[in-house]
């Protein structure tokens, strides 16, 4: 990805998963707005973006954070929200045995004692293999694959979610459903 296509990706995950707010910008409960709003409401903040570069920011890279409708008139972020304009209704699933969570050594002590939790996100992240999650933990240091038993916190109540990129999203993991993945 061009260094201008990944600003244009920051600057999206800013405005549609945390502050619309920054540019006046109201998303719907399901995330959803215009993009010509977006475009319209970045310019006047400041910032440059135009339909263009937000749709190859949405088709750059694997990760496919952003949606399209299919009409090509509406953007959202598929996760990854912390701001409170967006409640995403999603459909409850049946998840697989395990479930993997990427993330940093340092975050080990903390998660060993209190779960998974969302640090300000709606939900907790998890992927379905172990290759995905070493690459997200890689983002933040020095990485670390989390196993979850996923299976048996759903049968303990737990709601799981999977959303159209493929990730697995939780409200939390209890430290008794985590370990170390083994390769």
Same mark, same amino acid.
């Given at each position: ?19 619309? &707010? ?112 070493? &690459? ?48």
């Amino acid at each position: 990805m061009d260094s201008e296509t990944e600003n244009t990706s920051k600057l999206l995950a800013f405005i549609l998963r945390h502050k619309p &707010e920054s540019i006046g910008l109201q998303l719907d409960p399901e995330g959803w707005t215009r993009v010509s709003c977006l475009v319209e409401q970045a310019r006047a903040a400041g910032h440059r973006l135009d339909p263009g570069n937000v749709l190859q920011a949405v088709h750059a890279g694997a990760k496919r954070r952003y949606e399209m409708s299919e009409d090509g008139l509406f953007i959202r972020a598929i996760q990854g929200h912390s701001s409170m304009q967006v409640q995403r209704q999603l459909q409850a699933v049946h998840p697989p045995e395990w479930l993997f969570h990427g993330t940093a050594t340092r975050f080990l002590p903390s998660i060993q004692a209190q779960g998974l939790v969302p640090a300000g996100r709606h939900h907790v992240h998890l992927s379905s293999d172990q290759a995905t999650a070493m &690459e997200v933990g890689r983002r933040h240091g020095e990485p670390v694959v989390l196993r979850i038993a996923a299976q048996r916190l759903h049968a303990g109540g737990h709601v799981f979610h999977q959303v159209e990129n493929g990730v697995w999203l939780t409200a939390s993991v209890p430290p008794a459903f985590l370990s170390l993945a083994r390769d």
